[in-house]
Structures are given as structure tokens and as C-alpha cells.
């Protein structure tokens, strides 16, 4: 899209903010139904696109994109009213008589900026807020999953007014376009660097930001847990999507004295899943340049379990590494694929001293039954969020907001968190005229000063 369109676009969605059209909760309601309809109309085209992009499953598609989309929409539709809704709160003395009270408002016209690894759910899931809370769109895919980027654009076009709604597709250039323009939102996920791009063009204009970004998430296994459903939870969340998840446990801290029978029961239940992209129960790497770099983490460790791999197929197997510390490749930056360095130690002090030493990650999984050690490590560490006993999990709950900490992102959003990111709260305050105690107007006197003193009890 020429740079003159794009400007156009998003003139036009301003002009159509101004309107006040979005302000009107039947209107929000319709375009969050008209989200869901296009979702379910065209279900099977949009399995289709993403299959082509990087052969994901409908299983996967349905149980990592689709039913948290649904459940999203859900949630929007049946809390739109109460989270737009002014809420009381107490009024101070100082006020007497009055009310006070919150009253949210849209932004305006937002901009959402998606990831490539769930191309359906990192675009979408931040538009269903952003309607929700009664702004204008222009969303940007990742250029990378093509497929699913077109075919978003198409049926975005077909079912919502551009003035309202509109995908525009592209990559840096295209971003970068759009980053020039007047947007009073920006919500962008992908990488802590790119986010900082984001961050200083949005400072240019004062817009708001959330930033979704990512880190090495990490995960610990203390001799207090339950192993066998340690490694069920953990395999799972590691290997899904291939890997590519920004919550996925980056690397895993294994207490020594359990770290042979861990890795055993590991390495078996990856067998037991039967992870193969002919079969479905595995996936792609997104493109060639994302399989060369995954293998230099192979480079410089030990292959404890899997990697075996088909650069033409871009398939990768689930690959446990050992021998790994920290100035390993490894370790260097978010792996971001089906690797799964394993670190063991013998005090969890030191673990958690060295774990602390690298950006703040987005997650952190703690297996473990002894309380204590819960306690010690999620009190220890800065983290966006996590689960004690499983992984990734957290993410489904709509009541836990989702967001990272530190370089791992800013601001957070899911069920009313989304609402909130996409809205700005007007603090009001409603006097009534039947009373006015005249204490706090000149002439000033020390007897006024005695009686504020008293009321205000200072
Ligand atoms: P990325 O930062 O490379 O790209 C994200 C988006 O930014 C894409 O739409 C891309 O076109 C755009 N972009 C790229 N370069 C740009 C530039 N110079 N200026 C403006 N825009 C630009 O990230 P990615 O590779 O798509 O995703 C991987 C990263 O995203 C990982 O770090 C991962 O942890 C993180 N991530 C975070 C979340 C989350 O919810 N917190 C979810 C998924 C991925």
C-alpha cells in the first residue's frame, strides 16, 4: 500500500472516530459479532491458510488460536456494557457534598502491530478489545505467515467498513510507514527489539503503548515435583507450535540430585507424544532463516535427545541440549523454537542468582510441591507472569492479565486488562450545590485553618 493511501486510511478512520459511531455499545456489540461470524464462516479457508503458511494443524489452529479467540469475543460481548459502564467510587471529605466517579472512554484510532507464530490469535486478539472498547482499527500482520496475511486482509475488507476496520499487510516498510502516522493507541507484540522502534516513534506523538514482547522464560524442577506431570505439562508447552511460543519454557533449571531420572522421563514422554508434521502433532519452522539459526544453538552444547532435522522441510525435532551454560549460544538469546536446554543445579539460590542476571522474561514455570520453594523462586524473580505446576497455561484465563515486565514488555491485556489498555478512564467528580462550607476561600484566617485541621483530621 503506497504511503498516500495509507495516511488516507487512517484520516478517514479518524474523521469516522469523530462521529462518535464506536461510543454506542450496540454498535461495539455488532462488530464484535460480525468478528465472530467471519470466524466461523470461513473457518475451514483460514485452516487452509495457515497449513500453507507452516503446516499447523486444525487441532493446534483450534485449540491454540480459535477457541481462545472465541472465548475472548464471548467475554467482550457479555462484559462490553459493565467495563464501559462509570463506576462509583468514595468521595473525600474535602468534597462533601459529591460524587465520584470512573468513566471510561476509547482512545481513538488504534494501531495493533502482530507476531508471526500465531498469526490469527497475536492479530486478532488485541482487535477484539480495541473494539470492545469502542476504537477504530488498523491492524498489521507479520508479513511472514503470507497466507494468512492476505486472507485476513481479504476477509477483514469483506465483513467491516475500513473507516472502522482495515488490515493493511506489509513488512518494515509498511510498519514503518504507519509508525509515522497519528494513532492514539499502538499495540504491538514481537520482539524486545523492534519494540523499542515502536516505542521511540510512539514518543514522537506521546501515544500510549502496550508492548507485547518476549525473553527466556524460564522453568525449574525442584526434587519436590510430581515428575510425571512435570514432563507431560512441560513437553507439551515446549513443543507446541514447534516451539515458537513467546511464553514457551525457554530452558529448564533441574535440581542435580533428580536431574538423570528428569531427563529420562523427559526424553520418553517426547517419544510418546509422537511429534510429526505428517501426522499433525507437530508443525513447521516459519521460514529456512529461522531453521539456520535454531541450529547454531546445536553447535555448542550436547545433543542429549532429537536433533535430527530437514532444512528443505524446515522441520526441526524436538531436541533436549546438556552441557549448557550460560555463554552458550543457547542462552545467548530466545530460542524460539523446539529446543530445550536443560541446566542443572545443586543450590537453588545460585540458580535463581544467575537466572536473575538476564532481562526480566515474560514467564516463568516453577515445578515443585513444596510450597517453600514456590514462594522462594516466584518471589525471587521479576517475571510477566506464570504457573506453578504447568506451563503456558496461564495465558487461557482471561482473568490474569498477560504482559510482560522490564524488557519483556509494558502494559498487559485478556478480559477487562484489554478493555482497560484499549480505553482512557476520566476521573470525575460530581459536587452538589446544596451545601458549600466557604472554609477553604480568602480572606484566610487561622480559625478556617483550625476547622480544615480538624475535618480533614490531619
Ligand atoms: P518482530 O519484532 O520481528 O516483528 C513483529 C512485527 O513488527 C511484525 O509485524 C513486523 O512486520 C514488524 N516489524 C519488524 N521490524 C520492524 C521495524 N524495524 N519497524 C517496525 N515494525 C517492524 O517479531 P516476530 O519475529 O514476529 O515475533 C517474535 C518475537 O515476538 C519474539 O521475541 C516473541 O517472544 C515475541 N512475541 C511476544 C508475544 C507476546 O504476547 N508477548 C507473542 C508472540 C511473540
Known sequence: ???????????????????????????????????????????????????????????????????????????????????SAKTRVATNIANFPGKSYLQPEPLGVSLVIGAWNYPYLLSLGPVIPAIAAGNTVVLKPSELPEATAMLLQNLVAEYFDPEFFTVVTGGVEVSTTLLEQKFQKIFFTGSPRVGQIVYQAAAKQLTPVTLELGGKSPTFVTKHANLKRTVQRLVWGKFINAGQTCIAPDYVWVEAAIAETFLELLTSQIRSMDYAIENGNYMQIINTDHVDRLLRYLEDATVYFGGQYDRDERFIAPTILTDVTFESRCMQEEIFGPILPVLVYDDLKDALEKTSQLPKPLSCYVFSENTNEQHQITETLSFGGGAINDTIMHISNPELPFGGVGKSGIGAYHGEAGFKAFSHTKSMLKRANWLELPLKYPPYSKRKLRWIKRLLKL
Open 1 to 83: 500500500m503506497a504511503n498516500s493511501s495509507i495516511a488516507t486510511l487512517i484520516t478517514a478512520q479518524h474523521a469516522f472516530f469523530k462521529t462518535g459511531a464506536t461510543r454506542s455499545i450496540s454498535f461495539r456489540k455488532q462488530q464484535l459479532k460480525r468478528l465472530q461470524q467471519l470466524l466461523r464462516a470461513h473457518e475451514d479457508q483460514l485452516y487452509e491458510a495457515i497449513y500453507a503458511d507452516f503446516k499447523k494443524s486444525r487441532f493446534e489452529t483450534f485449540t491454540s488460536e480459535f477457541a481462545l479467540l472465541q472465548q475472548d469475543l464471548d467475554d467482550a460481548l457479555k462484559n462490553t456494557k459493565r467495563w
